[in-house]
């Protein structure tokens, strides 16, 4: 685990990513973790967490143009209710993105993924949102 300092520079960091992405009139539509890369120093090999690169971009359109749809469920732990495949009916907008941010926020504040609070990455059966009661993740967090 990072010290303290990199974890609180690394969420601001990723923040101001997006707002600089989202005021030149752009959405990101895939902020995840797996969407967060970190460079190790030629000197010593140490990661630099709080000098984080977004990556991801293949989803991303501006606003007003039409979102991106695909079948990943597991990608929905991502997304704000409203954008839920394959049902999602409205279009993605800041909001949508800002809450992606708050999963990967909270995160970096557990330093566990999404799918391990709810864990679905240790089982080979498939995610299904349906299924999620929520219960895994409040029963981590307040433990």
């Known amino acids: 685990m990072p010290p303290l300092e990199a974890r609180i520079q690394l969420p601001f960091s990723l923040t101001m990513a ?10 990101h539509q895939g902020i995840q973790s797996r969407n967060v890369c970190f460079i190790a120093s030629a000197v010593g090999g140490a990661i630099a967490y709080s000098k984080p690169f ?16 695909d079948d990943d469920l597991l990608i929905n732990l991502y997304r704000h209710p409203e954008r839920w495949e394959p049902q999602a009916k409205n279009r993605q907008t800041a909001i949508h993105d800002i809450y992606s941010l708050g999963i990967v926020l909270l995160e970096i504040g557990l330093w566990k993924t999404a799918t ?13 949102i349906d299924e999620w009661d929520g219960a895994s993740v409040h029963a981590e967090v307040a433990s």
């Open 116 to 128: 391990e609070l709810l864990g679905t990455g240790k089982s080979s059966k498939p995610f299904n």
């Open 54 to 69: 977004l990556l991801g971009f293949s989803r991303s359109r501006g606003v007003g143009d039409d979102s991106f749809t």
């Open 18 to 27: 997006l707002a600089k992405f989202h005021s030149i009139g752009w959405l």
